[in-house]
């Protein structure tokens, strides 16, 4: 059962239809939210191109998100990252039977709307791209096609659920190829979880508001959440990852799954990587498959990674304040 | 006699599964236990299983990695009843065509004697509830949700069709096979699931 906290009824995204025989409803959060619910202990793939979505495809992703440019090299490019090519997209949509998702902008509404009319089958409101607006997300609420967002904190990701949203993902730092932000913000998110929790379960509603104060969202979505003590949407680790053991350790850490993004295609195994990286997220709490997984890869063919500490951009703090 | 009900746990809506099928239980007065497996050893020792929606390419591939592909068509094949859900449909069948992509290579149980039109009714954004019959099994009135849903195109002569929307087939039964192209388990309706339950009770000598 999928928990509805923070459901907007009649929001525009939902769409009724009625004739004489039956009436059918679209964009529902049942519908959005469930789509994710699909894509559970599975791997999504950043890819640019045809042939890598071929690769993942056959390597067991769950679905693949198309780029203009890998993280990596977005952040080596500078300038301005904005949304895939329609082309691209669309050629990939035509090529692979797993769902499709493309990133637009934080804020950028027109992106959002043409992604959605292109018909993919999500999309990721994402900091790889530069923000569009400093002080606005989108109203997801406001499209048939479910969203996902990043989030570093217990606070963004309900603040973000609260917007519409239909799936979360921890983020790391984009491009890097070190892991280390990922971990520190799903133990985060996981602590915070913790915490209310406790408190709903003390009895304490004045506490539990006080929170919500804290947290910029909504009491009665931090109700629910704290009553069911996980996030109402499914919740993927994301940022950093390069091998195997990257993803099964965030599989162990509650993550509902993995997104990849430079880690496979900046390698120069990815076809054997790609692989090895389904197997570590479907077999996490099997040590000896972890360990097949990693002997699947060469350590010399890793994406080189970069200290977080060094970075001049830090895609992760982007959105995140408002 | 304590029935033992496993969901197929290599990926997809595994909990929410597992969430009907406790309800299921307690709602029938029936003594069993549920569990997630993956595993060949795990599954030869079930009376039922279910296998969930997700993407039915990934969960071929890795349960064909660990040989539970295998445990999972003897055991079907020697009665044990089987619940399949979406992507759990379309693993049963014998033939899985994509409406835009056409063929794929896929790893199939070859048991249901069906052929299924993957991604049907479009992408995710044509993606819909809509009330849904199954009279065949008594159950008159059940809210579909259909997420990139397939849906059968060919049926074989010992297949039932136990209900259509608009003129399409979304589920069906073949002995102890079932099978739905919607998803009762992201709803709070558990009569699907009981109907499986009670399909398992009554395979037990």
């Not at chain 2, 997809?12 to 309800?23: I, K, Y």
Request: proline share 3%; aromatic share 4%; with cysteine.
């Amino acid at each position: 059962m999928i928990p509805l906290s923070g459901d907007i009824p009649n929001s525009k995204g939902e769409i009724k239809e009625a004739n004489e025989m039956t009436s059918i409803s679209r964009g529902t959060s049942t519908l959005k939210r469930g789509f994710a619910h699909m894509l559970k202990n599975g791997v999504v793939m950043d890819v640019t191109t045809v042939e890598q979505a071929l690769i993942a495809e056959e390597a067991g992703a769950v679905s693949v998100m198309v780029l203009d440019k890998l993280p990596s090299d977005v952040r080596k490019a500078g300038g301005v990252a904005r949304t895939a090519s329609i082309r691209i997209i669309q050629e990939i949509m035509d090529n692979v039977t797993i769902p499709v998702m493309a990133k637009c902008r934080i804020g950028h509404v027109y992106e959002a709307n043409v992604l959605a009319e292109t018909n993919v089958d999500m999309i990721d409101e994402s900091e790889v791209l530069t923000p569009a607006d400093e002080y606005h997300h989108i109203w997801k609420w406001d499209y048939t096609t479910p969203f996902v967002n990043g989030a570093r904190s217990l606070g963004e990701a309900l603040r973000r659920v609260e917007e519409g949203a239909a799936m979360i993902r921890t983020k790391g730092e984009p491009g890097t190829g070190n892991v280390a932000e990922a971990i520190t913000h799903i133990k985060k998110v996981n602590d915070e979880l913790r915490s209310i929790k406790s408190i709903y379960d003390s009895g304490d509603k004045q506490d539990l508001v006080k929170m919500a104060r804290e947290l910029k969202v909504s009491y009665s979505l931090v109700e629910e959440t704290a009553k069911i003590g996980r996030l109402p949407v499914v919740n993927f680790a994301a940022g950093g990852i390069a091998t195997p053991a990257d993803a099964a350790y965030l599989m162990s850490l509650g993550c509902d799954g993995i997104f990849v993004g430079s880690g496979i295609f900046k390698a120069e195994d990815a076809k054997e990587r790609a692989r090895a990286v389904v197997l570590a997220t479907t077999f996490w709490e099997e040590p000896d498959k972890v360990k097949e997984a990693q002997k699947m890869i060469d350590e010399r063919q890793s994406i080189l990674g970069l200290d977080v500490k060094d970075l001049e951009l830090k895609m992760q703090e982007r959105g995140g304040t408002v | 006699m304590t029935l033992n009900i496993g969901v197929l746990a290599i990926q997809g809506d595994v909990t929410e599964n597992f969430l009907s099928v406790m309800a299921s239980l307690s709602e029938l007065g029936i003594d069993g236990t549920v569990s997630q497996v993956k595993t060949a050893e795990q599954i030869s020792k079930l009376d039922g299983l279910i296998i969930p929606g997700g993407e039915s390419t990934m969960i071929g591939q890795m349960s064909l990695v660990n040989g539970a592909l295998k445990t999972i068509k003897e055991k079907i094949g020697s009665g044990m009843p089987v619940f399949g859900i979406c992507a759990g449909m379309i693993l049963l069948s014998k033939n899985s065509k994509d409406r835009v992509v056409g063929d794929v290579e896929q790893p199939l149980l070859d048991l249901l004697d069906v052929k299924i039109e993957r991604n049907s009714f479009g992408r995710q954004k044509d993606s819909f509830e809509a009330e849904i019959s199954l009279e065949p099994i008594g159950i008159s009135s059940f809210n579909g949700v259909f997420i990139r849903a397939p849906s059968v195109s060919e049926v074989g002569k010992d297949v039932q069709i136990l209900a259509k929307f608009e003129e399409k087939i979304v589920s069906v039964k073949q002995g102890n096979i079932i099978a739905t192209a919607f998803h009762p388990e992201l709803t709070r309706d558990t009569s699907l699931h009981k109907s499986f339950v009670q399909m398992v009770k009554d395979s037990k000598p």
